[in-house]
């Protein structure tokens, strides 16, 4: 029998090898997966984590909308970029937020490694929704998230998922240089 969390990190593998495709499945894959997180970072203590599963699964939703909407033509959505200064605002803000909701998590919850768990959260926050507006430069933002998430799931003996996370860095080159491709053919 297969266990949740080896469900959950199945269906996340094939949310992010169908994102890399720019397959609109992708978020199909991602709403099971974030469901199931749901119960098991809540089970683990990482509260904000917890929150975050259930915001990727309105992402899901959101996402499989963007995605669909922004066909032209039968054309998919196009990939772009945002200006440095749009980064560098949002940087502003996860770290501004991460600080204020680990304070909160530390001192009023039992939470594991509250400022991780906030600052990994609200940065996923915003590359997610990257993610979903098809922003090039979410691939960067994963590749610092995911390193970290390595260590926070494998602290919380959450290994599957802790493994999840180093195969997911290992995804972040192949979809930033896919992406990069995608979009300058669609600029010629």
């Known amino acids: ?22 397959n609109i499945w992708c978020w199909f894959c991602a709403g099971i997966s974030t469901a199931i997180y749901v119960w098991l970072t809540y089970v683990a203590k990482l509260y904000m984590d917890t929150a975050l599963q259930v915001f990727y699964f309105a992402m899901a939703v959101y996402g499989w909308y963007v995605w669909t909407s922004g066909r032209h033509d039968g054309q998919e959505k196009a990939v772009v970029r945002w ?3 749009t980064h560098a605002i949002a940087l502003t803000a996860i770290f501004a937020s ?3 909701s680990g304070y ?3 001192t009023r ?3 594991a490694f509250p400022y991780l768990d ?4 609200w940065g996923a926050v915003w590359a997610t929704f990257l993610v979903a507006r098809k922003v090039l430069e ?11 998430y390595v260590f926070l799931y494998w602290s919380r003996d959450l290994k599957s998922t802790a493994g999840l996370f180093v195969f997911y860095i290992v995804l972040v080159p192949i979809g930033l240089v896919s992406w990069s491709r995608s979009m300058r053919a669609q600029t010629a």
């Open 109 to 111: 919850t039992d939470a």
């Open 138 to 148: 979410n691939w960067w933002y994963w590749l610092v998230i995911d390193a970290v």
């Open 98 to 100: 991460g600080g204020l």
């Open 83 to 85: 200006p440095l200064a």
């Open 118 to 121: 906030a600052l990994t959260t």
């Open 1 to 22: 029998m297969i266990s949740l969390e080896t469900l959950a990190v199945v269906m996340a593998v094939a949310y992010l090898l169908l994102a890399i495709r720019q």
């Open 104 to 106: 909160m998590l530390d």
